[in-house]
Every structure is written in structure tokens, then in C-alpha cells.
């Protein structure tokens, strides 16, 4: 027999409507069998489509090491299957989210197929609604307050802010009233003796001007004892209240003029005796008879003694009182008289400074005069140095006698 008698020819072509596939189906196909039972390939039954959400596939699938990736790899086959066209190749695809498999199981290095399996959507939903975690749980009761008409936390900001700004308030406030507010006062005396020391509880703050007034200031709020000290007159000590948003009333002094003591000479006036010499010039002119002469006056206005400080011509405040009571004499005298007022030193020093220092201090007694309302043109000044002593300079007893403003008629 010839070779070609030996070898079959070619299988007729598959008629697949008479061709069954290579599926063990049990004979029962329709007793309650899921499709998954129907197209099963040789392997173990499954159990249920409801446990499967219960359990996570452990399929390993075969390394192929890139090979063969038309074809169908069966779980727990060890070597790949001949290329069966006629049978139905199983593709099946597990989902990562549900079996848990890694990234490199799908595309990755290993060239690796996870099968893919469909929960029912009752098991599905049974483990999508699973219960919350504690902070979901917080999350949720707090939006459940916030929709119940809670407390916003906008509220609590809110109040936590009014609450920072009402301290600050407050805090300011005490800083203002008890370390920040002003709450000393001024007040002002009027009618005291010009030239008089004003003290505030014993502590002198001040001379009063020409006029008689000094304006306090800076004084302590509550209850202060003002006194006026002068040499030659005694005033009363006045209470003042204020500060604390009260300012008291002008205080008008209440002073009475020191008269010459008894006993008191007024024809020998000695050394450091300038307040006797002053009462005894105000008893003078308070003497003199209405109307007086101008011998008078001058008598009695020569008995002041204004001792200036040592090479100054200020005329010392203290002295101020007398030059204005003298002023009110000198004002009645006729308008065609005319005084001069003559400057006096001692021997001390040189001629031409003793010159300049007398007239100095002889205009700045006319000055005060005419500030407590003389005419200018009734007194004249002049200064005469060391030239004309009233006594020896060889003492300081004469010295203090030839230190003086000496008065004269120049017109009458």
C-alpha cells in the first residue's frame, strides 16, 4: 500500500450547529443552576454567587513570560493548552477593588491576569454600606446639630472676639483713670501783696506779680492749704478743692499790712533791718497829711531801703509792695512836679561799674513805679556810683547805708 493510501485526509469542515462543546454540563441544566455553573471548564463546583462577597479569590495566575497572549490561561494548569479554536477560551477579569490584588498583576512586569468576577447588586450594596468609623461618626453628629439649628461656630468666633475687645476696653479704661488721667488742677490768687511768696501745704510755688496774682498749676486733685508769706504783711491761709473734673474759684487774698511794732525806732534803722525800714516807710506815708507837701513825700519815701543783691539791679520782689503803696502818693503830687530818682553804691568795686550799676538800678525803681501807674515824666533817674557816700564805707553798717535810692526834687 502506497503512502498516500496510509495518511487520512483532512477532517470535513465543523458544522457548529451539530458541534458540542467540550463542557461537562450536568444533566440537569435547568434545575436552578447559575450561568456561571453552565459554562464552567472542568473545574470544581463553585459555591453560590452570594458567598463570593465574602471571600477573596486566591487565583495565581501563570507567568507566561510574555507568551501567548491570545490565549486563555487556566488557573492551576501547568503548562498552556493546545489552542482548542472550537471551544469556548474563558476571559475572565477580577476586579482589584474587589479580590485585592496588586498593582503589577495587570499590565505590570509580571505579565500577570487577575480574573474578574460581578458581585449581585444585593451583595454589592450589602458591603458598599458598611458601618461608619468613629470619625465619620463626630463628623456626622455635628453636621446633624449644625442642621438642627446648633450653635454655629461662627457664633463662638464672634463671641470669643467680642469678648477679646470688651477686656482691652476695660484694661484701657483703668490704665486712663488711674495712671493717665490728668486729674490735677490750677487755680489763681488775686489781690495779694506783690512780691509775696505762695506756698501749697508749706511748699513755696511761686511770687506774685505786680498786680498782686500768680496762677498755680500742677496742683494735686483733693483738698490744698495756700498760703501768702510777705515780709510786711500777714495774710490768711485759704482751702482749695479741686482736680477730678472740678476747678475751684479765684482765691482773693485776705491780707492786713504789719504796722511798726512798739518800741520800734524809725530813726535808727541798722543792718539786715530792710522789713522795719518798710513798715516805718508805709507808717510815714500813711502819715503824711492831706494835702501834703513835697518835702514830706520825699522824707518819707527816703526811708525804704531797697538793698539790691550784690552787682545786680533787680529790684528784689519782696520790696515790690512798698514801691506800689508809694506810687499811689507819688500819682497825687501836681503835674508840673518832678522827682528824681537817684542811684547809690559803695566804695566797693571800680568807679565805672559802680557807675553803670547805679543807673541801672535807678531806672529799674522808675520802672516799677510807672508799672503801678506814675507818669513817666514825673520822675527823672540818675546814677551817682561811690561819688556821694551817706557814710563811711569802712564798715559794713555804712556800706549798707550808702547802698540806696535816694529821692529829690528836681521841679517844683
Known amino acids: 500500500m502506497s503512502e498516500e493510501k496510509k495518511i487520512p485526509g483532512p477532517p470535513p469542515p ?3 450547529s451539530k458541534t458540542t462543546p467540550n463542557i461537562n454540563i450536568p444533566a440537569d441544566v435547568s434545575g436552578g443552576q447559575n450561568d456561571w455553573d453552565k459554562t464552567n471548564y472542568n473545574f470544581p463546583k463553585q459555591p453560590m454567587a452570594d458567598d463570593w462577597g465574602k471571600t477573596v479569590t486566591n487565583i495565581k495566575p501563570i507567568d507566561t513570560d510574555r507568551q501567548d497572549f491570545g490565549k486563555t490561561m487556566f488557573p492551576g494548569s501547568k503548562a498552556v493548552p493546545n489552542a482548542d479554536w472550537g471551544v469556548t477560551n474563558a476571559n475572565i477579569d477580577v476586579s482589584p477593588a474587589d479580590f485585592g490584588s496588586g498593582a503589577d498583576d495587570f499590565g505590570g512586569p509580571n505579565n500577570k491576569t487577575t480574573p474578574y468576577f460581578s458581585l449581585p447588586e444585593a451583595e ?3 458591603y458598599q454600606n458598611l458601618p461608619l468609623t468613629p470619625t465619620e461618626q463626630a463628623a456626622q453628629a455635628q453636621k446633624e446639630i449644625e442642621e438642627k439649628g446648633g450653635i454655629p461656630g461662627w457664633f463662638w468666633i464672634s463671641a470669643g472676639l467680642l469678648g477679646m475687645f470688651m477686656f482691652a476696653v476695660v484694661v484701657l479704661l483703668f490704665v486712663f483713670f488711674f495712671w493717665l488721667r490728668d486729674t490735677s488742677f490750677e487755680v489763681t490768687v488775686k489781690g495779694a501783696p506783690p512780691g509775696s511768696d505762695v506756698l501749697v501745704d508749706e511748699q513755696r510755688l511761686g511770687v506774685t506779680s505786680e498786680d498782686g ?4 498749676l500742677n496742683l494735686k486733685a483733693g483738698r490744698r492749704k ?14 482749695v478743692n479741686g482736680g477730678n473734673g472740678v476747678t475751684p474759684e479765684p482765691v482773693i487774698a485776705r491780707c492786713q499790712e504789719r504796722k511798726v511794732e512798739p518800741g520800734e525806732d524809725c530813726t535808727n534803722i541798722g543792718l539786715g533791718e530792710e522789713d522795719k525800714a518798710e513798715r516805718c516807710y508805709n507808717a510815714a506815708l500813711e502819715a503824711l497829711p492831706d494835702p501834703f507837701t513835697i518835702e514830706a513825700l520825699v522824707r518819707a519815701l527816703n526811708i525804704l531801703i531797697i538793698n539790691f543783691d550784690s552787682g545786680k539791679f533787680d529790684v528784689p520782689a519782696k520790696r515790690l509792695a512798698a ?3 508809694g506810687s499811689g502818693y507819688i500819682k497825687k503830687l501836681p503835674p508840673d512836679i518832678v522827682l528824681e530818682v537817684g542811684g547809690h553804691t559803695d566804695s566797693d568795686g571800680n568807679a565805672a561799674s559802680n557807675q553803670t550799676l547805679s543807673e541801672n538800678r535807678a531806672n529799674a525803681v522808675k520802672q516799677s513805679l510807672v508799672t503801678f501807674g506814675v507818669r513817666g515824666e514825673v520822675l527823672q533817674t540818675r546814677g551817682y556810683g561811690a561819688a556821694k557816700p551817706k557814710t563811711e564805707n569802712s564798715t559794713e553798717q555804712g556800706k549798707f547805708y550808702n ?3 535816694e529821692y529829690s526834687i528836681v521841679k517844683r
Do not use: E, G, V, W
Open 124 to 126: 454589592r450594596a450589602k
Open 14 to 16: 465543523d458544522d457548529f
Open 403 to 405: 547802698r540806696r535810692i
Open 213 to 216: 496774682s500768680i496762677k498755680l
Open 323 to 325: 514801691l506800689q503803696k
Open 226 to 239: 495756700i498760703s501768702i508769706a510777705h515780709p510786711t504783711y500777714t495774710c490768711d491761709t485759704r482751702d
